[in-house]
């Protein structure tokens, strides 16, 4: 079954065709990141305004990638929430009429939920499974099994769901506030660089001491909300009051940005496995473009680790937005398991 996937719920035009809910036969992620980083985060207007522009010429370029017909295509699959509205309305009404012209089925996907598919994708190289329970039957491109925890986090989003089924995903919580990727944005940006600052946070602390400035861990006991804003709130303070002494220097930049994602990747891998305990699931599945982040990826692989627990994630360019994860999403949902 080919599916199309489209995305555009924010500031990325993304266009993917994807057969059986795993293989990739064309994934275009067009990134507008170079029309927002002067302001310092996504202006709306601009972001829905470029939309329109790169739709058809994303679509016919993965058209032309995957070298198939358009009329091969099986079934159309968009995000239809959350995100910006003018943004959304852009694939959602190409998704629409491609629906309409070709009379095939149009499924709405939520794009959150749609990260944690894009552990069912394959990509040109495994998946950096780990192996704690079953170490013969994972290979690193089998898609991991039900139940199982899923943590989302990305620029919008801080959310962990039970996944007991592909049409049974329970959110247990989310962030109250800032989602953890606007926290490394905003971050970023009290330390002068620009939209988006989760990249330059993760440089700028390889070369920092995460010991050095001791910023809070916002665990929430007996809660499974996220919340980062009080974090970014203590970091703000202690650049304010820390700019008056050296100037902020290179090396007390790189120490905040080590302290502080020490702080979010401690409280993400904290939380999860406990929650993963508490729901006496032995899986979970990472997503969402902060997963990217590589002190993240090796402090849940070796907690996961430690507790036996098997671990999922996606590929760095997969859990980033893309429409190949939204594609995925519909064929499981069609599928109906
Ligand atoms: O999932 P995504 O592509 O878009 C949303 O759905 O929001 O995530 C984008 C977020 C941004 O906040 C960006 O700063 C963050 O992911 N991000 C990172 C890294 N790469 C991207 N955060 C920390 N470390 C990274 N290496
Ligand atoms: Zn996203």
Same mark, same amino acid.
């Given at each position: 079954?080919?599916?199309?996937?489209?995305?555009?719920?924010?500031?990325?035009?993304?266009?993917?065709?994807?057969?059986?809910?795993?293989?990739?036969?064309?994934?275009?992620?067009?990134?507008?990141?170079?029309?927002?980083?002067?302001?310092?985060?996504?202006?709306?207007?601009?972001?829905?305004?470029?939309?329109?522009?790169?739709?058809?010429?994303?679509?016919?370029?993965?058209?032309?990638?995957?070298?198939?017909?358009?009329?091969?295509?099986?079934?159309?699959?968009?995000?239809?929430?959350?995100?910006?509205?003018?943004?959304?309305?852009?694939?959602?009404?190409?998704?629409?009429?491609?629906?309409?012209?070709?009379?095939?089925?149009?499924?709405?996907?939520?794009?959150?939920?749609?990260?944690?598919?894009?552990?069912?994708?394959?990509?040109?190289?495994?998946?950096?499974?780990?192996?704690?329970?079953?170490?013969?039957?994972?290979?690193?491109?089998?898609?991991?099994?039900?139940?199982?925890?899923?943590?989302?986090?990305?620029?919008?989003?801080?959310?962990?769901?039970?996944?007991?089924?592909?049409? #049974?995903?329970?959110?247990?919580?989310?962030?109250? *506030?800032? +989602? @953890? $990727?606007?926290?490394?944005?905003? %971050?970023?940006? /009290?330390?002068?660089?620009?939209?988006?600052?989760?990249?330059?946070?993760?440089?700028?602390?390889?070369?920092?001491?995460?010991?050095?400035?001791?910023?809070?861990?916002?665990?929430?006991?007996?809660?499974?909300?996220?919340?980062?804003?009080?974090?970014?709130?203590?970091?703000?303070?202690?650049?304010?009051?820390?700019?008056?002494? #050296?100037?902020?220097?290179?090396?007390?930049?790189? *120490?905040? +940005? @080590? $302290?502080?994602?020490?702080?979010? %990747?401690?409280? /993400?891998?904290?939380?999860?496995?406990?929650?993963?305990?508490?729901?006496?699931?032995?899986?979970?599945?990472?997503?969402?473009?902060?997963?990217?982040?590589?002190?993240?990826?090796?402090?849940?692989?070796?907690?996961?680790?430690?507790?036996?627990?098997?671990?999922?994630?996606?590929?760095?360019?997969?859990?980033?937005?893309?429409?190949?994860?939204?594609?995925?999403?519909?064929?499981?949902?069609?599928?109906?398991?």
């Amino acid at each position: 079954m080919l599916i199309l996937g489209i995305e555009t719920s924010c500031d990325e035009t993304a266009v993917a065709i994807v057969e059986d809910g795993k293989r990739i036969l064309s994934n275009e992620v067009f990134s507008q990141v170079r029309f927002h980083s002067k302001y310092g985060g996504v202006i709306p207007e601009i972001a829905s305004r470029k939309q329109i522009e790169l739709i058809n010429p994303i679509l016919q370029e993965v058209q032309r990638r995957a070298k198939i017909k358009w009329d091969d295509i099986n079934a159309v699959a968009v995000t239809s929430s959350p995100g910006l509205i003018g943004s959304l309305l852009v694939g959602i009404s190409t998704a629409k009429a491609f629906a309409y012209v070709f009379n095939i089925p149009l499924l709405e996907i939520n794009h959150v939920e749609a990260h944690l598919y894009a552990n069912f994708l394959e990509g040109d190289s495994p998946r950096p499974v780990t192996t704690a329970t079953l170490p013969s039957e994972k290979s690193g491109q089998s898609p991991i099994e039900m139940p199982f925890l899923g943590l989302v986090v990305s620029g919008g989003h801080t959310s962990l769901f039970l996944v007991k089924g592909h049409n #049974d995903i329970e959110l247990l919580g989310s962030t109250r *506030d800032d +989602a @953890a $990727g606007e926290a490394f944005d905003k %971050v970023a940006k /009290l330390l002068g660089f620009p939209y988006p600052g989760g990249p330059q946070i993760e440089k700028l602390a390889e070369k920092g001491d995460p010991d050095k400035i001791e910023f809070p861990r916002p665990i929430l006991p007996g809660s499974y909300d996220f919340s980062f804003s009080g974090l970014k709130t203590a970091v703000a303070y202690y650049v304010r009051d820390n700019a008056r002494i #050296d100037n902020l220097s290179y090396k007390t930049k790189c *120490d905040i +940005a @080590a $302290g502080f994602q020490e702080a979010v %990747v401690q409280t /993400l891998v904290y939380k999860t496995i406990k929650t993963a305990k508490k729901k006496e699931v032995g899986r979970i599945a990472l997503g969402g473009g902060v997963i990217v982040n590589k002190r993240l990826r090796s402090q849940f692989m070796s907690e996961a680790e430690k507790c036996g627990m098997e671990l999922s994630i996606p590929l760095p360019e997969l859990c980033l937005d893309n429409a190949a994860m939204v594609a995925c999403r519909a064929y499981y949902m069609m599928k109906n398991v």
